[in-house]
């Protein structure tokens, strides 16, 4: 592996390899004056010293020299050698016949340290023993009752709880997939993930009985079986299956029964708005899962850990702790005032955040035992540089590490050295194994800049750019479920040269000299709000099926303080109608999640006509919702009194100064 590594790396910078040398174990570097093979009467014990000091002081001297141009470059080469070791792992596991699976680790686990803690919930301890057991009862129960095979797809629309845990393993047993969906999501959106996924079966908990109902007699024509995390149901085409389970027995279940199981087969399939459109499935298959799991590795997480999730089970993130043999302690929703406490209690060590969870935590009241705790690793995505320097100083030392990857992206990027605000650090390892570019984009029209050849053009270093990473045999793009246009809108052609191919991530960003990774912003018909993709035209589509609602343009709008955008409607209304602000948040808050609900809804009932759909949102981004500026009437969310009320400069005034949060 490190001969592997020592030719690429050649390759790359020649001059480097020397100091390269020094870094490795002694062996390989043993002058001859040391092997027995030389002639040691040859040389006398002064030479030996005078040639050791040259060779010590010459090395020093280049060391500092080089350390002043690369002072990353010792990190850089401790993080692609994990790499290396990491990539060493995945290749064992991907050849071993038969596959050792994801499931195979936890079953290894599980026999290994059958008493160890897995899951603190509430006030419930499970051990990984509890989890093996539980799992086999969720599986054998499922087997029995809904008739699951190896090869289906379950839908899964549960909270964060042990049970969620104990599904995926037991449709890990019978050689399922999970269909991971946002428990926020109602109504038509439900509908639309349940069918871009070929699930026969819906697993819903009790606390979303009165959507899954709304929406029951689609289901049915589908010919999807809907079972409720209840014990008995009386609606006509609800199953109950808590008694179910509770009967079934613990036994293990054969092998056989997963037997087709293999590097490419998809384990999970996650809900995305990606850059366009309506939500679309992405799969995520055993070898993504590999990867998915090693990246607390790379945080430096090990099996003495607890970890502390407080972020949704559906999210991609956190799904593969368990995989590390270390605590989690799962939370059901995240609360800012319980966060510390239950970190103290639990001697929690590792956080997974998103930015908006740190964010939350500082702006609570500081307290006099802000720093104690045990908590030594944060890893997560999207913290602002602001909350990042506000977190080091009230809590204390903190290793922050922030990574950059989405459930249909190709690759993923960290922040290993923990420069406040980078999403991520590139070194000459990930540009060989994973290349990317950064090219020009135009906003106004949306559309990537193009040279006289057809080719992009690369930002220089420094300069804000799309970022496109390579599609190749090792970093494969898997698209979307059963929507090849939109799989084909992501892809991205001709872009370094003729006929190369590439995968459009929407997001811009600035890379510095040292290689570091700074998100600037999203483009395309998504913005990002509470760590959530909205997908404007899914938003726009909800508002346009209003009676009074002739046209919507739904976009994000840039707050101080917020990470991401928040969503504003421009709305046209019919000919003498007005808006019903009482009934647009109904209609809002029954068919969207809290995270897509517009922010603030513009009315123009002038619509400028001139210059396309893109140019005419560009401008409206521009303008923003400041009353001052805006003639038209704007409205604010009062999600309290349930309705949408006028937005008054005051308002606006105390949004703008960070007084009031969204
Ligand atoms: C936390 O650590 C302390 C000291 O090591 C120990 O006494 C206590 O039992 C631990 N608490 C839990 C919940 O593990």
Not at 20 to 47: C, F, M, Q, Y
Not at 310 to 322: D, F, I
Request: aromatic letters at 10%; glycine letters at 8%; proline letters at 5%.
């Amino acid at each position: 592996m490190v001969r592997q590594f020592e030719q690429e790396y050649a390759e790359q910078q020649p001059g480097i390899l020397f100091l390269l040398l020094l870094l490795l174990p002694v062996d390989h570097t043993t002058p001859r004056w040391r092997s027995k093979e030389g002639n040691p009467s040859a040389r006398t014990g002064i030479s030996m010293m005078q040639t050791l000091f040259t060779i010590l002081s010459g090395s020093a001297v280049i060391l500092l020299l080089l350390y002043r141009k690369f002072p990353y470059f010792v990190q850089d080469v401790m993080h692609a050698r994990l790499n290396i070791w990491i990539s060493g792992q995945r290749a064992k596991f991907l050849q071993t016949m038969p596959y050792f699976t994801v499931l195979d680790r936890f079953l290894e686990l599980a026999k290994k340290q059958p008493a160890k803690p897995f899951i603190i919930f509430e006030d419930e301890l499970f051990t990984y023993g509890d989890g093996d057991l539980q799992s086999n009862k969720v599986a054998r129960a499922l087997r029995q009752h809904a008739g699951l095979r190896e090869g289906d797809t379950v839908a899964l629309f549960l909270g964060n709880q042990p049970l969620f845990v104990w599904l995926l393993l037991g449709l890990a047993k019978l050689g399922c997939a999970p269909a991971l969906m946002n428990y926020g999501i109602r109504a038509s959106p439900l509908l639309q993930c349940l069918s871009c996924t070929s699930a026969k079966v819906l697993i819903a908990d009790a606390g979303v009985r009165g959507a899954v109902e709304e929406v029951l007699p689609s289901l049915r024509q589908k010919g999807i079986r809907v079972f409720i995390l209840g014990e008995a149901c009386s609606s006509e085409g609800l199953e109950a299956l808590s008694d179910k389970i509770q009967q079934a027995s613990d036994q293990p279940l054969s092998p056989q029964l997963r037997a087709q199981v293999k590097a490419t087969t998809p384990t999970a399939y996650f809900y995305t708005s990606g850059t366009t459109g309506l939500p679309k499935a992405t799969v995520s298959t055993e070898a993504k899962a590999w990867a998915a799991a090693f990246l607390l590795t790379h945080a430096h997480v090990g099996a003495q850990d607890r970890l502390y999730l407080t972020l949704p089970l559906y999210h991609m993130s956190g799904l593969h702790a368990g995989l590390h043999g270390i605590t989690v302690v799962l939370k059901r929703k995240f609360s800012a005032s319980q966060f510390w406490a239950d970190c103290r209690r639990h001697n929690v060590t590792v956080i997974l955040y998103i930015g908006e969870i740190l964010r939350y935590l500082c702006n609570t009241p500081a307290g006099a035992d802000d720093r104690r705790h045990r908590v030594r690793v944060v890893v997560g995505n999207g913290l602002r540089a602001d909350v990042w320097r506000l977190f080091l100083q009230r809590f204390g030392k903190i290793r922050i590490t922030e990574f950059y990857g989405s459930s249909d992206g190709n690759t993923a990027l960290m922040n290993y050295p923990g420069r406040v605000g980078a999403v991520g650090k590139v070194n000459f390892y990930h540009r060989r194994v994973a290349p990317y570019v950064l090219v020009q984009f135009d906003p106004e029209r949306e559309e990537l800049v193009r040279d006289a050849y057809g080719l992009c053009v690369q930002v220089p270093t420094g300069e804000t750019g799309l970022f496109l990473s390579k599609i190749t045999a090792r970093n494969p793009f898997g698209g979307y479920l059963n929507n090849p246009e939109q799989t084909e809108r992501k892809k991205v052609r001709d872009v370094v040269e003729k006929g190369d191919l590439f995968l459009n991530s929407g997001d811009l960003m600035k890379i510095d000299e040292d290689g570091f990774v700074f998100f600037q912003d999203r483009v395309g018909d998504t913005f990002r709000w509470k760590g959530e993709n909205v997908a404007t035209t899914e938003v726009a589509s909800i508002l346009t099926m209003m009676d009074s609602v002739l046209d919507s343009n739904v976009y994000g709008v840039q707050l101080p303080g917020h990470e991401g955008r928040a969503g504003m409607a421009t709305l046209t209304l019919k000919e003498g109608k007005t808006l019903d602000c009482s009934e647009t948040f109904a209609h809002i808050s029954h068919s969207l999640p809290q995270f897509a609900w517009p922010q603030f809804i513009r009315i123009q009932n002038d619509p400028e006509l001139t210059g396309t759909f893109k140019q005419v949102k560009f401008r409206l981004v521009k303008e923003g919702f400041d009353p001052s500026t805006i003639r038209d009437p704007l409205f604010i969310v009062d999600p309290g009194r349930k309705t949408y009320s006028p937005l008054t400069q005051d308002c606006y005034d105390s949004i703008w100064s960070g007084k009031v949060k969204l």
